[in-house]
């Protein structure tokens, strides 16, 4: 994981990321200012636009059976069918990524609610995933 920290209008903010290669030594700030956006209160949101959630996956689909079913809305950079770390299973669920907003807009509004092996799959947009603390009980301030 990387941590990189900039300043938007005038607050100092931090993002957490895993490179996408580990050898290259190209900056990814700019890739990751184009994702984030300031609300009006100050508080930093990350817009998903290109990127879709599809629930509802059958277990037998993996990442080849998913690119295929959403090849037919746009070029597609990745699809992922999110698998159980100790099991090994799909966990139901995956992500598609797209070139363009345009492509992930209509894959929502053609395939929500289409069939894979017998399933309805949900389509959706991809939300960030919410920061999770460290675990444990809560620190005291002195």
């Not at 700030?29 to 209160?41: E, F, Q, Y």
Request: charged share 25%; net charge negative.
């Amino acid at each position: 994981m990387t941590l990189c920290h900039f300043v938007v209008r005038g607050v100092l903010c931090s993002v957490r990321h895993k490179p996408a290669f580990e050898s290259v030594e190209q900056p990814y700030a700019p890739r990751l200012l184009s994702s984030i956006s300031v609300g009006a209160a100050g508080e930093m949101r990350e817009k998903m636009g290109n990127r879709i959630f599809v629930g509802g996956l059958p277990w037998a689909v993996g990442d080849n059976e998913l690119r295929t079913h959403f090849e037919s809305c746009g070029d597609i950079t990745d699809a992922v069918v999110v698998m159980d770390r100790e099991s090994g299973r799909s966990k139901g669920f995956g992500f598609v990524t797209f070139e363009s907003d345009d492509s992930a807009q209509s894959a929502i509004e053609s395939l929500d609610g289409s069939e894979m092996d017998g399933r309805s799959v949900r389509v959706s947009e991809a939300k960030p995933r919410p920061e999770r603390g460290a675990g444990g009980p809560p620190r005291r301030s002195y």
